[in-house]
């Protein structure tokens, strides 16, 4: 049972465009979120986060919304640019942060020039 | 800061055998570490918790016996894989957490390590 959803398999975007990647949970004690950005045979690197107290949290190009009532996030990326494709994982973690991460399944972002 | 490094990079070993997989955090003290698995085209699962100085934290299906995990010191992680068998070849990744910031659940990821069993 996936308790984070990222729905879309990939996502094809314009350079200079906007990226909106979402990304749903299902565990209400889920209290923090993270992006992670991978490239294949690669680890993940962290990108941005937030906390469940907070709605939006800006870093530059990215921005991550939080809608906790409707257990969904997203992230924006602005403007899009080539070197963003890459596979993109929204991670959840419970509160107290000793817990290892629970990650949905990855979007693919293609930036096309 | 907060860099985690893996070996090897890959390997590839007969059905039977052990593999050990390294973790360091090469910046800061990791109390813990954390062992993900990635299948192809599929999301990172945790594995297990590996604690400094006691015993590793396993996931629910993850058998303890098959994948050992040893923190012995703060910097060093190290997984096992006993009698590996081509089920096991994936990609191994793992990571860890700076301690002491309040609110940092960030983790940092090292660079993975595949694994393919023949």
């Known amino acids: 049972d996936q308790q984070v959803k990222q729905n879309s398999p990939s996502l094809s975007v314009q350079e200079g465009r906007i990226s909106i990647l979402n990304c749903d949970y299902t565990?209400?004690?889920?209290?923090?979120f993270l992006w992670y950005k991978k490239y294949p045979a690669e680890g993940p690197t962290f990108l941005i986060s937030?906390?469940?107290?907070?709605d939006k949290n800006e870093d530059g190009r990215f921005t991550v919304f939080l809608n906790k009532s409707a257990k969904h996030l997203s992230l924006h990326i602005v403007p899009s640019q080539p070197g963003d494709s890459a596979v993109y994982f929204c991670?959840?973690?419970?509160?107290?942060?000793?817990?290892?991460?629970?990650f949905g399944k990855g979007t693919h972002l293609i930036i096309q020039p | 800061g907060a860099v985690v490094s893996q070996h090897p990079s890959w390997v590839i070993c007969k059905s039977g055998t052990s593999v050990k997989i390294e973790c360091r955090s090469l910046?800061?003290?990791?109390?813990?570490m954390f062992w993900y698995r990635q299948f192809p085209k599929q999301s990172l699962m945790l594995m297990a918790t590996?604690?400094?100085?006691?015993?590793?934290?396993?996931e629910q299906g993850v058998e303890k016996d098959k994948f050992l995990i040893n923190h012995a010191s703060l910097t060093l992680s190290t997984l096992t894989v006993t009698s590996a068998h081509p089920e096991d070849s994936s990609f191994y990744i793992c990571?860890?957490?700076?301690?002491?910031?309040?609110?940092?659940?960030?983790?940092?990821f090292g660079p993975g390590t595949r694994l393919t069993v023949t």
């Open positions: 990571s860890a957490r700076i301690p002491g910031l309040a609110g940092a659940y960030e983790q940092y």
């Open positions: 565990n209400s004690m889920f209290d923090y």
């Open positions: 937030i906390s469940s107290i907070k």
């Open positions: 991670a959840a973690i419970e509160g107290g942060g000793a817990d290892g991460l629970t």
């Open positions: 910046d800061f003290q990791a109390t813990t």
């Open positions: 590996s604690n400094e100085g006691s015993k590793a934290t396993y």
